[in-house]
């Protein structure tokens, strides 16, 4: 019997421990935290040995395979341990993706995976097609492949996730975008950081199809050096020739199955980044024969995900917006450019090695006041200072919330927008989001 040993005690450990207890694996989980009490129990309920608080390694070092969790880092000195014992470690979805005869469409980018995924969920199940979603997002696809019978999967596939696959092979890959984040995992060096989002189309072969952004210069700096066999689909913003393209008007895609075209203010989201995530959605919908009446109701009934370009309330004519998922300074630029009014904008958390630069034109065409939201804010209060004269240093969030309130005028908008992880003050970006929201309502 073949021992997997799986790292974290999660959404993506206690799944992967479940499809690996079914497909009759010698199972061990292992978690250096405490694992919730609703994991332990699933645990159990599976008759799954596991630790938690440490890791035991005569248990771990013993195993034939490792599914390591995606925020485990790299160098971390157990991995370090496996990897020189030659011990092969893998990722939840390849470790899953080997048990699903269903069609997986995976989408990866620094920024709008989360957005992209839900709204082609979305729009395959209003075609009536049996879906299930997954990845980074919502259920486990390992437990959804143990529990589930599928015929496809839209999954949100972040870096981590494909750094530890083999043979993880999507007849759909999606690449949005590739911007600077996480580069603390990949020695700073960007270019490791966007070969590991190109991995999602690596074992695709001429069967299967694979979606990129023109317009997006790192894919485009990169494309000729990767080795792609997929059937090659760009979509852009740019070039009017290309079979999938949009401006700030009409949104179109020519293909050999004829035509499809759509009024951009018809979309349900907003924001010129969100018509580029729905144009590379409706490509692979029409790559799956989705029928343009079904295709055009879903892109217009689509709502925006939470913690992401939120609306919270508007209070006395002041707009708060919840964008607490923006977590690096390219999902920032994207919220400010989207904003039409004076920005009352809350920033700041775990920097991650973030250059504001990007951000500077919105921030002084835009915003009139900066609130810092974190534990040490000194590093945005240095950058910003010689172009915003209004800037607040706060570390909570009742504080942060009541400051930009009095800032704030009729007609404003007061936008969450982090740029930074929620690791300082938070346990997640939801939970940001989510105490924000409160906050709020106090008012």
């Known amino acids: 019997m073949k021992r997997i040993v799986i790292l974290g005690g999660g959404e993506s450990g206690v799944g992967t421990a479940i499809l690996a207890k079914k497909e009759n694996f010698d199972v061990f ?19 799954i040995d596991y630790e938690e608080g440490q890791h035991t390694e005569e248990l771990i070092l013993n195993a034939d395979e490792v599914m390591k969790s995606p925020g485990i880092p790299k160098k971390a000195a157990l991995i370090q341990k496996l990897e020189s014992k030659g011990i092969s470690i893998i990722s939840e979805i390849e470790f899953a993706s080997r048990y699903t005869e269903a069609k997986i469409i995976a989408i990866t980018g620094s920024n709008g995976k989360t957005t992209t995924t839900s709204l082609l969920f979305h729009i395959l ?35 981590f996730q494909l750094d530890d696959i083999k ?24 270019d490791l950081y966007a070969k590991s989002k190109f991995r999602i189309t690596e074992n695709q072969d001429e069967k299967d199809y694979f979606i990129y952004n023109l317009d997006d210069p790192k894919t485009m700096d990169m494309i000729g050096d990767i080795t792609i066999h997929a059937h090659r689909k760009p979509f852009t913003m740019m070039d009017a020739s290309n079979e999938a393209y949009a401006n700030d008007e009409l949104f179109r895609i020519n293909d050999s199955e004829g035509d499809f075209t759509m009024i951009v203010n018809d979309l349900g989201l907003i924001g010129k980044h969100n018509v580029s995530n729905s144009l590379a959605a409706a490509v692979a919908a029409k790559i799956i024969n989705i ?46 450019e989207s904003m039409k009014k004076p920005v009352i904008w809350i920033v700041g958390g775990k920097d991650k090695g973030n250059d504001y630069n990007e951000v500077l034109p919105f921030v002084k065409q835009k915003v009139k006041a900066i609130v810092c939201l974190g534990a040490d804010n000194s590093k945005l209060i240095d950058f910003f200072s010689p172009y915003i004269d209004t800037i607040i240093d706060t570390n909570s969030i009742e504080n942060c919330v009541s400051k930009s309130y009095q800032l704030a005028e009729k007609g404003d908008v007061i936008l969450l927008s ?15 989001g989510a105490q924000f929201k409160e906050a709020v309502k106090k008012l």
């Open 29 to 47: 989980l292992s978690d250096i935290g405490l694992i919730k009490d609703n994991y332990k129990k699933l645990l159990e309920d599976n008759g």
């Open 125 to 159: 199940k209003q075609a009536g097609l049996n879906v299930g979603l997954g990845g980074n997002i919502g259920k486990s696809f390992a437990k959804s492949v143990a529990e589930d019978n599928f015929d496809f999967y839209v999954l949100e596939i972040s870096s």
């Open 167 to 190: 043979t993880f092979k999507p007849y759909i890959a999606i690449l949005l975008n590739i911007t600077p984040d996480h580069l603390d995992q990949y020695e700073y060096q960007f």
């Open 291 to 336: 029928s343009n009446k079904s295709l055009k109701e879903s892109l217009s009934d689509f709502k925006s995900v939470e913690h992401r370009l939120e609306p919270v309330l508007t209070i006395r004519g002041i707009d708060f917006i919840n964008d607490s998922k923006a977590t690096n300074v390219n999902a920032t630029y994207f919220a400010l």
């Open 418 to 432: 982090p740029a930074c992880a929620s690791f300082d003050l938070f346990k997640s970006y939801e939970d940001r």
